[in-house]
C-alpha cells in the first residue's frame, strides 16, 4: 500500500467562543494546499480513497484531494485522535490518503515506520505530505518522501 498522510492546510487560529473541531481553512491555506494537490497530481499521484478527521479543517482540506481521488472520502474519529493500529491495518486500496493533525500523524508515522509511537522526532507542517510504503502495520512501512506544503515537488 502507499499510504500518504496529510496534515491539514493552515486553520484559523484558535480564540475564545470557537471550538478546536470547528476552525476552518483560512484563505492561504487554501490557496497552499491547492499548489500541493496540484503538484501531486502533476506527479500522476492518485488515491482510491481518502480518509479524515471530521474537525472542520482536515474535511475542508480532505474536499480539495476530490480532484485526485478515484473513490470516497471517509469520516473517521480515528484521525482525531492518537493513532490506533487497528483502524490503519484496516485501510481498503492501494494509494490512501489519511488527512488528521499533529501530534498524532508524527506519531503514526514513527509507529508504522519503527513500531513505537513517539513521533517526537518529527512534526508536520500545515499541509505537508508524509508518503509511506508497505503494510499499514507497526513497523511494516518505510518512509518514501517527506514533502513540505510549498518549494518542492513530489518524487515521481
Known amino acids: 500500500m502507499d499510504l500518504f498522510l496529510i496534515r491539514h492546510a493552515i486553520a484559523e487560529e484558535r ?6 473541531a470547528q476552525r476552518a481553512l483560512t ?9 500541493v494537490v ?3 497530481d502533476l506527479a500522476g499521484f492518485r ?3 481518502v480518509y479524515y478527521s471530521p474537525w472542520l479543517r482536515a474535511a475542508q482540506t480532505a474536499e480539495l484531494l476530490t480532484s485526485i481521488t478515484d473513490g470516497a472520502l471517509i469520516a473517521t474519529e480515528a ?7 487497528d ?5 481498503e486500496g492501494e494509494h490512501v490518503a489519511c488527512v488528521g493533525h499533529e501530534p498524532w500523524l508524527s ?3 514513527s509507529l508504522l515506520t519503527t513500531g513505537t509511537p513517539n513521533g517526537t522526532w518529527l512534526r508536520l507542517k500545515k499541509g505537508s505530505v508524509t508518503w509511506l510504503r508497505g503494510s499499514p502495520t507497526p513497523a511494516a512501512m518505510e518512509l518514501r518522501a517527506l514533502l513540505p506544503p510549498r518549494g518542492h515537488s513530489p518524487p515521481s
Not at 27 to 33: C, I, N, S, Y
Request: charged share 30%; no cysteine.
Open 47 to 49: 488515491f482510491d480513497r
Open 87 to 91: 483502524f490503519f491495518a484496516s485501510l
Open 79 to 85: 484521525l482525531a485522535q492518537p493513532p490506533q493500529p
Open 15 to 20: 480564540r475564545a467562543g470557537l471550538l478546536d
Open 38 to 40: 496540484q503538484s501531486l
Open 27 to 35: 484563505e492561504k491555506g487554501r490557496a497552499r494546499f491547492e499548489a
Open 107 to 109: 506519531d503514526t508515522v
